[in-house]
C-alpha cells in the first residue's frame, strides 16, 4: 500500500517570511515599539506568579472582558485567538462547507485564500479597480448572484494600506445574505472601526489584533468581535485550549494601560505621516520611480519602478521590505530607520541621473 496525499494538499506551500537578519526591518507591518519599563516590570511579575502547571482559562474571561472595554463592546462578543490568523482559519472552516462560495478581493490579506483552499470552498476573488480601490455595489451583486456564504476582506487593507469609510462598508453588510468578516487588523491607524455596530447587524464579524498597533505580534493574540449568536459559535468550534496563558496575562498587563497603547499608537501613526511625507517627497523628484498608492495603515504601499531590483538593493543595505510584483509594501519605522530607507531610495533612482 502507498500513502496518497489528498487533492488539496498537493502543490500546498509553507507560509515563508523574509529569513535572514537584517538591520532594519521594514517589511512585516510589526510595531517598533518595545514594552515600556513599568509595563516590562508588571509583565515579569505576572509571569513569575503563574500557576504553569494549569490549563489557561479556556474563555480568556479577564482578558475579553478587558478587550471589550477598549473596542467598546461587551465581553459576551469577544473571542480570543492565537493571533487573528487562527481565528481566519477558525471562521472560515466553521462557517463553509465544501463547495461554498467565499467572497474575497485581489488583491487583499494572502491568508483568505489560503484558508478558503483548506476547507475545499470556491473562492471568488473579486478584482479590485485599476487605482485598487473596491467596488462594493459590485462586490454586492456578485456575492448576491453566486449566493457567497461569506465576504472576508481587510480594512485598512494590507497590502494597498487603501482604507474605506465605514458608511460603504455597513451598506455592503445590509446588502447581502452572506456573512461579512471584517479585518480590522490596521483600523488603530484609521479610526473608522465598525467595532461598535456589531449588535446591528446578524452578519458581521469584526477581527482585532495586538500584533500591529499593540506592539504584540510576538504573544499572538487576536479577537472576534461579533453579536452573541455568532460569538458563541466561534467560541463553541474553537478548541478550549487556543490562548496560553503566559499570552493572557500578558495582554491583560497591556490592556490595562490604555494610555500606553494610545501613546504608542500615536507614535505610530506620526511614523507613518513622517513616511509619508518624505516619499512624497521622493516621488516628486523622481517621477518615472515612484507613485504613491495607499498610506492608511502603519505603512505606506508605492508603485515602483524596477521594483525588484529596488528590493534586492535595499536588502543589500541591510533594510528589508516587502516586494508584490512591481509594487512595494513599506512599514513605518523609527526615524532613523524611516530616513535611512528614504536615504537609500533616493540613491538607487539617482544612480542613472548627471549628478
Ligand atoms: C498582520 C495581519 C493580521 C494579524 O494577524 P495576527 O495573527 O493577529 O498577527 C491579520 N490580518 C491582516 C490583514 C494582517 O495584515
Known sequence: ????????????KAYEP???????????NESFILPDDELEDAISEAVNTLAFNRYPDSAAAKLCSLAAEFYGVKAE???????????????????????????????????????????EADLIEIEKNADFTVDFDKVSKIANEEKARIIIFSNPCNPTSLGVDS???????????????????????????????????????????????????GIRMGFALANKMLSDIIKTVKS??????????????????????????????????????????????????LSLIGCAANFIFAKASRASDLYEFLKSRGVVIRLFGSYVRITAGK?????????????????????
Open 167 to 217: 458608511k460603504t462598508i455597513e451598506k455592503l453588510i445590509k446588502s447581502v445574505n452572506a456573512l461579512v468578516v471584517l479585518d480590522e487588523a490596521y483600523m488603530d491607524f484609521f479610526g473608522d472601526s465598525l467595532s461598535s455596530k456589531i449588535d446591528d447587524f446578524d452578519n458581521l464579524i469584526v477581527l482585532r489584533t495586538m500584533s500591529k498597533a499593540m506592539g504584540m505580534a
Open 77 to 119: 462578543n469577544v473571542t480570543a485567538g492565537n493571533g487573528s490568523d487562527e481565528l481566519i482559519g477558525l471562521i472560515l472552516s466553521a462557517f463553509l462547507q465544501k463547495g461554498d462560495k467565499v467572497i474575497s478581493f485581489s488583491h487583499d490579506f494572502s491568508m483568505y485564500s489560503f484558508y478558503a483552499h483548506l476547507v
Open 1 to 12: 500500500m502507498a500513502f496518497v496525499l489528498n487533492e488539496k494538499l498537493r502543490g500546498m
Open 335 to 355: 526615524n532613523f530607520e524611516n530616513a535611512e530607507l528614504i536615504g537609500l531610495v533616493d540613491e538607487f533612482y539617482g544612480q542613472g541621473e548627471d549628478k
Open 240 to 289: 478550549p485550549y487556543n490562548v496560553n496563558s503566559v499570552s493572557q496575562i500578558i495582554a491583560c498587563e497591556v490592556f490595562s494601560r490604555p494610555e500606553f497603547i494610545k501613546q504608542s499608537i500615536n507614535k505610530i501613526i506620526s511614523s507613518r505621516d513622517d513616511l509619508t511625507a518624505q516619499f512624497k517627497a521622493l516621488e516628486e523628484k523622481h517621477p518615472e520611480g
Open 18 to 28: 523574509i529569513e535572514g537578519s537584517y538591520r532594519i526591518r521594514l517589511d512585516a
